[in-house]
């Protein structure tokens, strides 16, 4: 017969493994010793003040009924109760753990794997994989509980068996003395006077103490009660603090190991540009290849490939979800990286290819990481709210703030990879350099007047080659921080959604994410913020591969890129904080305040011309660089804020909306690749016109939502499946589009989903209305606060009802 008492202490919460081998170990103790029900409880007590393990009502009676047959069959003189009673109660404590284990499993996997509230009867595809997953994992831990018992009981009985030999061994070998004999004597005397006292069939002793049931129901109230040890609150304030501090890790995690990848990425095409260039080293790296204009078509595959990048990046992001996408994509840095120690069309070209598909992808998944923990920081810290345990819409406004620090926070360290990708340009190439006398003598003027990048430059900018020795090094030391950011986005950043949540969005069918981010461009805040979106990529691009270059390097010489360069990243790092002042102020201040300082760079910079090789326009040009990191800083960060804060409550479409501002990006920096040879002031009235149009678009798209102008957003059609048991069948149209079919019958559609969403309430009004003594809200399944819950069966099961499992 198995361990009444395993059977008794196993269903306890969190801690069924552990109580369960202790409670039969105390079994095994008194089958071997023949303790009493008082002494098991006595060294059972201090483990129970020590856990803090509170038994169900349920459990309490049949412990009580368990001890207090034990109390009996000891006071008549047996070392345990009657068989048949014995095996009864064995029975029926056996056929009651599996009752309240089904009950704990349906109660813990509803909680975890149905929302509260629902508008259909079927379960969705991400409920039914979270119930199978559930279930299975609930069965098989059962079952691992089960042998691990079984062991620890073949384990202790060997025990027992062995030290009993030894006893009666040592027993045996000791000789007696006279007053051991007396002794033995007298005890069989005892024995044989309880023999004849005890009454047959283990009937009721008439001498019973009075008042020693009363004292051992008052000693199992005591023992089995909860303890005041234990502050339910607190724990559960313990627990969503080590929430909000994960989330915090998840932010600064995808913050540095984007910072990690641009840093790398940018300072070795910076590296491998400057080689390039150089006439002298193309002759001798490249002389017997014909790779001459391998600089072009990889940056041609890095700047074009971006334009299809709508396309295929809300299926990237749904299929691998946000963090695998961005591991990916840092993956494929890495092996931009690793192809620059074989320099050959085939494995050059095809990773700029890979990074060009990367780019937009990577930016989306990082702006929808980000604002996505801002949600989850915001329920975390109001974990109380009921709305939040009820996992329903957020209400608007609710995450705002959590949003502009995240934003301002990622941006502050991502603009330090500016600084970074400068070192190996400092440390490696700085020596190898010409002086400006040779680079810069046939350039006549810089600035404003100029047609080009800087035409004139000599070809010859390195006055020794690196060793190839010491290049493979550098490539190695950053192949292995690209690593690190995979590492970093790997191990230390956690999901962004829920497993239900992620299945859910994948499950509209492949067609609709397709079109979908088209269709979210009707949204009319979408439409007037793309000339905002587009100007955020020329300014970028611009200031690294124009003003640094033509203002910069034409004026001050190559030796002083890197300063110019750091100081920006420097500056857009610091002045990325001042996007917090959007914690008070009206949030058009962030955009309308870079805009302001780009427009008024933007008219000095048309009337700069400059002759070259001027070290005294040192100063002014670090003041602009300084200022222009000032603006974009305040242009990049009041985006993506702005972006996360118009859509805030639509998790669901956070990936559709940063796809579309980031792919607009990605056109703004094809366009900058196309006008390189264009005249300077031509370039810079386009950024002036840009920036004008950007404003006031901007100024329209305000104006009709403070006049409360509705938006036009497409319907996120439901996941289209079957489900039976725990398994979901799709249909065969579960791909089927939408783009076909009008206006009408999509209101026609809203329609009768809103009837069968009365039908489902009415139905489910009825069970409602039979526990409206009961509270409701269903507690999240990962607190401490929800696995300390009694099972409650008939909630369960109204709820089930209504759902028609």
Known sequence: MCCPLRLFFTASRGRAVLEASVSCFLWQRKCGRKHSTRVLLADFEGYRRSSGWVLSPQQRVRGAAWLRLEAGAEQHGHGDMDPMKAQQLAAELEVEMMADMYNRMTNACHRKCVPPHYKEAELTKGESVCLDRCVAKYLDLHE???????????QDEEMMRKATVDTVFILQETPKTDW??????????????????????????ELHVVGQEDNMQGDMEEFLGPQAQYNEEEEERKYYRRKRLGVIKNVLA????????????????????????????????????????????????????PIIGLLYTPVLIRFLGTKWMMFLASGIYALFVSTNYWERYYTLVPSAVAIGVAIVPFWASLGNYITRMAQQYYEYANYKEEHVQEQRKLPKGACHSYIIVFQSVF???????????????????????????HTLCNVKTCGAAIKGIIPGFNSTVLRNLP??????????????????????????????YRPTEEIDLRSIGWGNIFQLPFKHLRDYRLRLLCPFFIYSGLEMLFVISGFSLSYGVCILGLKSLWLLIMVYGLSCSVFSLLSLSLLRLPRWVCLMGGAAVHGVLLVVLLALSVKSNSPEYLGPLLVIMVLWGLGSALNKAGISTLVGILYAEEKERLDFVYTIYHWWQAIAIFV???????PMRAKLSILLATLLLACYCYWVMERRVAQKVPHRLPRIPRPRHKVKGYR????????????????????EDEGERSEEDENVVEEMGAGDREDEGQDARAERADSPKAQRMGADGQGAHVQEEGREM
């Open 180 to 205: 051991q004999m007396e002794a033995t004597q007298g005890e069989q005397l005892i024995e044989d006077a309880d023999q004849i006292v005890a009454p047959p069939n283990g009937g009721v002793n």
């Open 467 to 496: 060793r190839s020795m010491l290049l493979i090094e550098v490539e190695s030391i950053l192949m292995g921080f690209a690593f690190l950011s995979m590492i970093i986005f790997l191990l230390l950043c956690g999901p962004a």
């Open 254 to 305: 995808s913050s540095f190991g984007a910072m990690i990848v641009y840093s790398v990425y940018m300072g070795l095409l910076q590296m491998q540009l400057t080689l390039h260039y150089d006439m002298t080293y193309r002759e001798v790296k490249y002389s017997n290849l014909g790779l001459e204009d391998i600089d072009r078509k990889m940056l041609m595959g890095i700047n074009v490939t």
């Open 411 to 437: 941006y502050a360290i991502f603009n330090l990879s500016f600084v970074f990708a400068e070192f190996p340009m400092r440390l490696v190439l700085h020596e190898h350099l010409h002086e400006n006398s």
């Open 728 to 747: 979901y069948l799709e249909e065969d149209n579960s791909d089927e589009s939408d783009s076909e079919r009008s206006e009408e019958d999509d209101d």
């Open 672 to 678: 900058v690749y196309l006008w390189s040879q264009m």
């Open 144 to 154: 691992r509980l089960g042998r691990k018992l079984t062991e620890l009981s073949v």
